[in-house]
Structures are given as structure tokens and as C-alpha cells.
């Protein structure tokens, strides 16, 4: 398997951001990594090896990126305003900085970056879906939880609800161009119901009944009682949900 590794001057952050590359070829995934982690995580956790024999195959390209979480989402003593303000130098970062790179490195087009990720990971990766649609062509999030509440509480500002789904989506009117892109798109949102997945559970639920409502044609795809907020599930829930993109 071929891999790449990247260290290049952010802008919008103003310090080098890292980043890994696996696979010679394919369709491109963009890996968040899970809450606090690091470019290297998703790897590391055998999530770059479950779906081996899709990059090796040249189906795949998976883009490990890095979060800055430990001072945004999981910063809870600082200010919350600016905990938002730098996700969203963050955000701007991996739009306009690390997806160019992407397309640069990638060099094809095969039917549009996928976003990927488990737990806060998978939130990202929906969270970036939802807000830039046209940028993405198909999402894969892993036991997610996607409203910003549980981590600012009453502090919800504009930012905060620019950074919460089931608010975001839930006021999107019915003719709003990003819903022809989401039905235009493949989306996948999966959740188990077994143990440390209960405070997931809500915010799948909502964002379900949200989709029948405003006619998005995502799938949620809630998995049994046995099914733990865990690496090892969300290693069988990868390969099976990536097949079907690719």
C-alpha cells in the first residue's frame, strides 16, 4: 500500500497541519479523526486496514487529516465563542487549504470526495457535508452525535447553530439548492443501540425524522444492542457502507 505523508503551512491556522495519504489511486475519503485524535489515529485503530483491499485495488484514496479539537469542541474551559471562532479557522483550513490538495494529489475524479469519520470524527465529517455539499460527493458517519448543545449549552450563539445539524437542517426551507445536492450525493449516517451509544441515539434519531421531512434521501442506519460505540464495530460498519459507494 502506498503512503504519503504531508506537513504544509496552514493559513487559516498560521502553523503547519499534517496529514496522510493512503493508496495510489481511486475514489478520495477524507478521514476525520476521532474526538482530540491526530492524523494518524484512523490508521492506527486499523480503520486505514479494514478497507485494504478497496485501496489497494485503486477504488480508494484515504486523506487522514487533522483535527485541532483539543482547542475547540473538547476545550470546555474556554470561552465558547472562541472555542466556535477557532473551528471555524479550522473549517476554512481544511475547505480551502486541504481540499485543494486533495484534487492535487488525487488527480482524478471519481465522483467527489467522501467525508469519513467515527464518533466526533463522524460529526465532522457530516458537519462539513452538510455545510458545503457542493464540495463533497457522499458521506460516512460512524456514531455521531450532531447537535452542538451537549457541548455549549446555553451558550448557543450563530456559529454554534452553523455547527449543529439537526438545528441547521431542521430550519432549511423546502426549496433551498443544498437539498437537491444532498439528494444528489450518497449519505450514510450509522449508529449502534449497544453500549456508550446512547448519547448518539437522539440526535440519529432526529436527524432521521428530519430527512423524511424536508425529502433528503439519506439512510440512517441504526445497528443492534450488541453494537458498542467501539473500534471494532465501527471496523465491519466501514468496509460494508464503503463497498456500496465505490
Known amino acids: 500500500m502506498q503512503e504519503q505523508y504531508f506537513r504544509e503551512y496552514a493559513r487559516a491556522l498560521g502553523r503547519d497541519m499534517e496529514f496522510k495519504v493512503y493508496g495510489h489511486a481511486g475514489r478520495p475519503v477524507l478521514a476525520f479523526p476521532s474526538q ?13 486496514d479494514c478497507v485494504a483491499h478497496l485501496i489497494d485495488a485503486g477504488r480508494v484514496q484515504i486523506f487522514c487529516c487533522d483535527s485541532i479539537d483539543r482547542e475547540t469542541w473538547s476545550a470546555a474551559w474556554r470561552a465558547p465563542r472562541e472555542r466556535l471562532e ?3 479557522r479550522w473549517f476554512s483550513y481544511v475547505v480551502d487549504e486541504l481540499i ?4 492535487e494529489i488525487n488527480g482524478a475524479d471519481h465522483g467527489g470526495i467522501v467525508t469519513a469519520g467515527c464518533s466526533m470524527g463522524a460529526f465532522h465529517a457530516a458537519n462539513f457535508f452538510f455545510r458545503r455539499p457542493e464540495l463533497f460527493g457522499g458521506v460516512i458517519a460512524l456514531s455521531g452525535l450532531y447537535d452542538a448543545h451537549y457541548f455549549f449549552g ?10 449543529s445539524p439537526v438545528d441547521s437542517l431542521a430550519n432549511m426551507p423546502a426549496d433551498h439548492p443544498y437539498i437537491a445536492l444532498y439528494n444528489a450525493r450518497q449519505i450514510v449516517l450509522c449508529v449502534g443501540q449497544g453500549a456508550w451509544e446512547h448519547e ?18 439519506g439512510w440512517v442506519d441504526f445497528w443492534g444492542y450488541d453494537v458498542a460505540h467501539d473500534w471494532p464495530w465501527w471496523r465491519r460498519q466501514l468496509p460494508y457502507f464503503l463497498e456500496q459507494m465505490v
Open 200 to 217: 448518539m441515539l437522539p440526535s440519529n434519531r432526529r436527524l432521521a425524522e428530519i430527512f423524511r421531512e424536508k425529502g433528503i434521501h
Open 36 to 48: 482530540d485524535g491526530r492524523f494518524f489515529d484512523f490508521k492506527d485503530n486499523g480503520m486505514v
Open 86 to 88: 477557532q473551528h471555524e
Open 154 to 163: 446555553d451558550a448557543f450563539d450563530e456559529l454554534a447553530y452553523l455547527n
Open 100 to 103: 485543494p490538495r486533495v484534487w
